[in-house]
């Protein structure tokens, strides 16, 4: 699901267009983490947390080693088979990027119509996770007129909405009370029951403490100890391979589906590649095509009333 080997990353030193680099903020790290698993990314501020997480979700390359996620090595990837996979990511971020100038409703319906997803049937899903954050009635509120507490709960329900493979949060609890905290874990918990494998970097102790659960440790940019995540590798996960289906891609992609994806991209497409040991794939056949679109299929993604039920029991 998630590979990490031998990864280093630098950052630009000067500026991103001053051809310089930094120190690396990431050294050597390499784990892996096998589909449906849960593990908390823990670590001092700086110790690189955040960097994981990016290359977790395609924002960045690593400039040495590979990292691999949903069966895609994002070294020498070409940049069209990044997007198909970063549709089933799902990404909280620590200063949450949410839209502004889109409605609170457009922010969160934004994963499902990236996977095209019909306008008829995602308002129920977009109402059921407006509701569950319990700003239902903030839809057609714009981002800069919520609190950041609320802006936060955005982010999560646009994260969760499309029932992604791989859900990374970047300290999610940042901005919530302790009871928003705990209801947050229990969805993050949900959905791992339900087969998203969940990436949490946090230093929320409390948090740690609700759910133990596998950890990699960061300091300085290297990984310093690993209380069971390294190892999980071997064991094969019990959860049916296709807990989530593919996405389907959208039918055309218009200039603003587009725009909103590099809104989320720490670097712009021009910025994308740094200096990675080895040159990427020469132009050619790519590796990695768009699943091919289906006419009449069912909608991919089911409803959410597993995931109601288990946060009533919460
Ligand atoms: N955009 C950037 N440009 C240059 N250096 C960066 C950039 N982002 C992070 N770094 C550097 O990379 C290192 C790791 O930062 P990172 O944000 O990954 O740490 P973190 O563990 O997430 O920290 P925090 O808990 O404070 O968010 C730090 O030394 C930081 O200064």
Known sequence: MVRFEAVGLRYPGGGPHTGSWGPEALVDVTFALPQGSFTWLLGPSGAGKSSVLRLMHLA????????????????????????????????VFQDFRLLPYLSVFDNVALPL????????????????????????????ALPPELSGGEQQRIAIARAVVHRPALLVADEPTGNLDSHQARRLLALLR???????????????????????????????????????????????????????????????????????????????????????????????????PEPPVRANRAPPYGRLPSIRRGLRRE
């Open 60 to 91: 960045l390359r690593p400039t040495r080693g590979e990292v691999e996620v949903l069966g895609l090595r994002t070294s020498r990837a070409r940049r069209a088979a990044l997007a198909p996979v970063r549709r089933r990511v799902g990404v």
């Open 113 to 140: 119509r990236l996977a095209g997803r019909p306008e008829a049937s995602l308002r129920a899903d977009v109402t059921e996770m407006l509701r569950w954050v319990g700003l239902a009635g903030r839809a057609e």
């Open 190 to 288: 949900e959905m791992n029951r339900l087969g998203t494998t969940v990436v949490v970097a946090t230093h929320d102790e409390d948090l740690v403490s609700r759910f133990p659960a596998p950890s990699l440790l960061l300091h300085d940019g290297r990984l310093h100890d690993v209380d069971g995540a390294r190892g999980v590798e071997e064991v094969p996960s019990e959860r049916p391979d296709q807990a989530w289906p593919e996405p389907r891609a959208p039918a055309a992609e218009p200039e603003a589906v587009a725009a909103a994806e590099d809104a989320q991209d720490d670097w712009p497409e021009e910025r994308f590649a740094p200096p990675h040991e080895a040159p990427p794939d020469p132009a050619g056949e790519d590796p990695f």
